[in-house]
């Protein structure tokens, strides 16, 4: 794609940045055949196509965002299917997240959309504030139909249809600490990110975490003054406080790192990991930050793929269930991790069946099914239409936002893969999966 940016814009190195993508875009139209709302929608401008000419027509005459960009640009769901499907290695991801912060500072949006966005900031990354928030949200739940017909209400509406009825005690194991190996063999030592929102909502994930690798020999370490990975924020444009929580992030492993050094920086919420291994190119300009924040995206890792990295013993049962296998976008486009988390599975004895058109999005997105809920509801029963065909028993995928979305309209019960990894070696049955299910102890 030709650019006329002038010497000036490119003195800024995010414009420079910009543009280097954009010229790598050659206009071919792939992306559009993978893109869920251009799928959905039908419009060019709702395409990565469509949306690279709105960018780069904003950034190039240096004018500030309108509202038909901003609402074509809050459209996309940052899934980044388009990136796995662009021959031209056109880093969608990285001129999207220039655009929002574009956007965040030239656009003032409507009253309604600034308290939302600012209450979602506001509480989200923040587990105490998210509980609170989540008890507050029962009062609310019986007005949500009614909230629903205001238009200003409806991502207030989303918010409360999507607030569990249980909300699950902290769980002990996510206090600062260390959890010992066992055995005699060490096999590793790593951190692990406590995070925020997966935290309040199934602190349950990290713990079966904890305990697989540790019955692995691995030593895991829960770091002091680490939280939320920022991801939340970065997406909604506010990039002083996502880069505020990468520099406490990096501060704190870093500190791990130097009192006994690490392996990897294990994450399993694949939202979080997309954003962490991404540190090091969001604070490549902070000469206090860079290196160490390219240490720390080098050295982190879905669970999965750290899971696969090892030398894993038997099984200790093979349950034999059938799974329908989620791959999240911030897995299977974000990291690029698709072939590990379905042999795990495999290897601890389940059979494992993926949906068709796994490289749509479930419509989770983050907080896009607050603030878009009508596109974002219209992929999640698309999505659990595709799984609820497979005739699999149980649903297994990666990422918290993506257990809620699904869970909200599946009949199956949504799982993360790191509990069914930790049942097959011998850690406790996962909430869902039937009694009466046979268990065969492996040979």
């Known amino acids: 794609m030709q650019t006329s940016f002038s ?49 780069k027509d904003m950034l190039e005459n240096g004018r500030p965002a309108d509202k038909e960009i901003v609402t074509h640009i809050d459209r996309c769901l940052s899934c980044l299917a388009c990136m796995t499907t662009c021959p031209s290695g056109v880093n969608y991801m990285h001129l ?68 569990p009825t249980h909300i699950p005690a902290a769980s002990p194991m996510a206090s600062p600490g260390i959890h010992a190996g066992q055995g005699a063999k060490k096999n ?53 406080a996502a880069l505020a929580s990468a520099q406490r992030n990096v501060d704190a492993w870093t500190r791990a790192i130097e009192q006994g050094g690490l392996d990897a920086i294990i994450i399993t919420a694949s939202g979080c990991g997309t954003t962490i291994k991404d540190y090091g190119f969001m604070l490549r300009l902070d000469p206090a930050y860079a290196d160490k924040a390219a240490r720390v995206s080098a050295l982190a890792r879905d669970i999965t793929e750290y899971l696969a990295s090892l030398d894993l013993p038997q099984p200790v049962r093979r349950p034999g269930i059938i799974v329908a296998y989620h791959s999240a976008c911030s897995m299977q486009h974000g990291q690029k991790i698709t072939r590990q988390p379905k042999e795990l599975l495999v290897r601890a004895g389940f059979v494992v069946r993926e949906p068709r058109e796994g490289h749509l999005c479930c419509g989770s997105a983050g907080t896009y099914n607050i603030l878009q809920p009508g596109i974002s509801a219209t992929l999640r029963d698309r999505k659990v239409r595709n799984i609820e065909a497979t005739g699999a028993e149980i649903v297994a995928t990666g990422n918290i936002g993506c257990i809620t979305q699904i869970a909200s309209a599946a009949k199956l019960p949504v799982v993360h893969t790191i509990k069914l990894l930790d049942w097959a070696y011998g850690g406790p049955k996962p909430e869902g999966v039937r009694e009466e299910r046979a268990v065969i102890a492996a040979e």
Do not use: W
Request: with cysteine; proline share 6%; net charge positive.
């Open 96 to 163: 999207v997240d220039h655009a929002r912060a574009h956007i965040e500072e030239t656009y003032r949006r409507p009253l309604a959309d600034r308290l939302t966005r600012a209450m979602l900031a506001f509480v989200l990354p923040y587990p105490s504030r998210f509980r609170a928030a989540l008890k507050l949200a029962k009062l609310g739940q019986p007005f949500a139909g009614l909230f629903e017909k205001i238009s200003a209400l409806k991502p207030l509406a989303a918010m409360l249809k999507l607030a």
């Open 188 to 240: 590793g030592r790593v951190a692990i990110l406590a995070g925020c929102a997966q935290s309040v909502l199934d602190p349950g994930i990290n713990d079966s975490a904890i305990s697989l690798l540790t019955r692995l020999g691995v030593e895991v370490v829960v770091p002091q003054g680490e939280g939320c990975c920022g991801a939340l924020v970065h997406h909604m444009g506010r990039e002083d």
């Open 7 to 55: 010497l000036a814009q490119l003195a800024d190195p995010h414009v420079a940045e910009s543009e280097k993508i954009l010229r790598k875009c050659v206009h071919c139209g792939f992306c559009t055949a993978t893109c869920p709302t251009y799928v959905t929608l039908g419009n060019e401008l709702d395409s990565p196509r469509g949306r690279i000419y709105l960018i």
